[in-house]
């Protein structure tokens, strides 16, 4: 094949998989929410609904939603998974049960892989130093930590530090949940979500006696590999 065909067809699959990739995800920023004039004074605001951010669900108490309170990673807007719970008199209740979590259902193709970035930071406004949290889907769950002591972040630097996910779809649609693992009103933050890649398995059939092998590749390459007679899934389990 001609080198420049190769390098052609290798930069379509590159901007295919950007493309797809773009498209099973929404407001992975959280740019699109609320309005600007619904912060309050101190550029944040606990939010229990789900119109609240869009195309996301806040599934457990509340998350405070944060514009210009401290520095996003991406944007202006960035999400504490932990709410800030308020006694009737306006002041902080500490000791109230503000562990929250959001999620998203997205689109995905069944037995395709999805690898998925994002941006953690934790609030460094109060303890515990260690924020905990965790990201799941059906079938696959990973924790993940930030502390605040040893890394030494405040609002004008949040020290952000990008996080993997890799998860195995197994219906049409999935589930994407982070949720908070830690205690009181300062929790980990995140921001900058994004599908960085999608990717399936096929069989692929070799000439000569070299046999079938499986390979991994770039889920818009999938169907020219079966237009040539591959076929989709690992080669021991096909049929």
């Not at 309170?69 to 999400?79: D, F, K």
């Not at 997205?106 to 905990?132: C, E, Q, V």
Request: glycine content about 10%; proline content about 4%; aromatic content about 10%.
């Amino acid at each position: 094949m001609n080198k420049f065909i190769v390098i052609a067809t290798i930069a379509l699959c590159m901007f295919l998989s950007t493309a797809i990739s773009a498209q099973v995800l929404k407001n992975g920023s959280f740019e699109q929410g609320i309005a600007e004039d619904g912060f309050n004074q101190w550029g944040f605001r606990t939010v229990s609904n789900d119109t609240d951010i869009s195309f996301w669900s806040i599934d457990a108490y509340s998350v405070d939603y944060v514009t210009d309170y401290w520095t996003a990673s991406e944007g202006l807007r960035s999400v504490d998974l932990n709410g800030t719970a308020y006694f009737a008199d306006g002041n902080v209740n500490l000791a109230g049960i503000v562990t929250g979590q959001i999620a998203q259902t997205l689109a995905t193709i069944p037995n395709r892989t999805y690898t998925l970035t994002f941006d953690l930071s934790g609030n460094p406004d109060g303890g515990p130093s260690n924020k905990t949290m965790t990201v799941w889907t059906t079938g696959d769950t990973q924790d993940y930590s930030f502390n605040v002591a040893t890394i030494g972040n405040n609002h004008d630097d949040m020290k952000w530090a990008t996080q993997t996910f890799t998860f195995k779809a197994t219906a049409p649609s999935t589930v994407l949940t982070f949720a908070s693992t830690t205690e009181g009103p300062w929790g980990p933050v995140i921001d900058n979500v994004v599908i960085s890649g999608v990717t399936g398995q096929i069989c692929h059939v070799n000439s000569g006696n070299k046999g079938p092998k499986t390979l991994t590749v770039g889920s818009p390459a999938i169907p020219a590999h079966l237009a040539h007679g591959d076929r989709e899934g690992p080669c021991e389990l096909v049929q």
